[in-house]
């Protein structure tokens, strides 16, 4: 079945640094790759779609100069936390869609302090 | 754009006892819809997935039921197990394995007590 890989699983950073988040699908090619926010106890918030060779399309109140994000091949997408801040610490997970629908990445655990 | 309801927010069973997760959803365009089970600390696993030309699929003790009449669709798990307990998710789209995105309900926490 389609699997994504997504890494790293945690990070912690300083105030001010920025933070790259990478997800590939291992055994398809994702044209359309979907980046999540989770808070505890809560759904999955959209962020961004990110479609190979275009910029992508964020969401809402979402900033995008804030999070970057890169899907220059069928089978990477990044996200770049830019000037992280302490209200960014957040799970961060990825989704790649295929024929058989969407797959997730295992989320990153993103601490800054 | 597409609202997904979700109930209940937490439900508590004994080993044995069935559990059904109930959605409801706004949009009429949507004909895909999939049901994640996330444990603590991982993302989202698929478990079933219903289209809308069926309205009812099941894999061994997991069902999922449509009725797009009504727009709404259930899990239904039976002989739970204590494994089962983590956060269950529905969600919509227009079209599953596309560039469309998923709109999520608000997740159910199941707890199954041995």
Known sequence: GAVVSQHPSWVICKSGTSVKIECRSLDFQATTMFWYRQFPKQSLMLMAT???????????GVEKDKFLINHASLTLSTLTV?????????????????????????????TVV | GENVEQHPSTLSVQEGDS????????????????????????????????????????DQRIAVTLNKTAK?????????????????????????????KLTFGKGTLLTVNP
Do not use: M
């Not at chain 2, 559990?19 to 079933?48: M, R």
């Open chain 1, 50 to 60: 990110s479609n190979e060779g275009s910029k992508a399309t964020y969401e809402q």
């Open chain 1, 82 to 110: 830019t000037s992280a801040h302490p209200e960014d610490s957040s799970f961060y997970i990825c989704s790649a869609s295929s024929a058989s629908g969407y797959t997730f990445g295992s989320g990153t655990r993103l």
């Open chain 2, 19 to 58: 559990a059904v997760i109930k959605c409801t959803y706004s949009d009429s365009a949507s004909n895909y819809f999939p049901w994640y089970k996330q444990e603590l600390g991982k993302g989202p696993q698929l478990i079933i997935d219903i289209r809308s030309n069926v309205g009812e699929k099941k």
């Open chain 2, 72 to 100: 709404h669709f259930s899990l239904h798990i039976t002989e739970t197990q204590p494994e089962d307990s983590a956060v269950y998710f529905c969600a919509a789209s227009p079209s599953g394995g596309s560039n469309y």
